[in-house]
Nanobody
């Protein structure tokens, strides 16, 4: 079994900052990409940022220069530092991880994507 748990959401005023964390645990052999998505009320889920195991990053255009994704491979944890928050950044933020699982001493040949439960981010104007 694999668990993915996010933390760090909350209420902040426009211009403020929040740091989200997401830790994966369980029967994990290796993790390749990790990422953050968000979903605002009435809108589709959108990709915010991703990071590979080698540290290559990709960002949604509207968050470039304000958000920074990073990871601690030893802790199987990914972070999202969000600065200069805007009301339009509001939503539920979801973490995902692409990983190979270890079960009964056997490493899976395929990668599997696991999602966290989401953490609410609210930005007041």
């Amino acid at each position: 079994q694999v668990q993915v748990v996010e933390s760090g959401g909350g209420l902040v005023q426009a211009g403020g900052s929040l740091r989200l964390s997401c830790a994966a645990s369980g029967s994990i052999f290796s993790i390749s990409a990790m990422g953050w998505y968000r979903q605002a009320p009435g809108k589709q889920r959108e990709l915010v940022a991703t990071i590979t195991s080698g540290g290559n990053t990709n960002y949604l255009d509207s968050v470039k220069g304000r958000f920074t994704i990073s990871r601690d491979n030893a802790k199987n944890t990914v972070y999202l530092q969000m600065n200069s928050l805007k009301p339009e950044d509001k939503g539920v933020y979801y973490c995902n991880t692409d990983l190979r699982i270890l079960r009964n001493g056997v490493v899976s040949s395929n990668e599997y994507r696991y999602w966290g439960q989401g953490t609410q981010v609210t930005v007041s104007s």
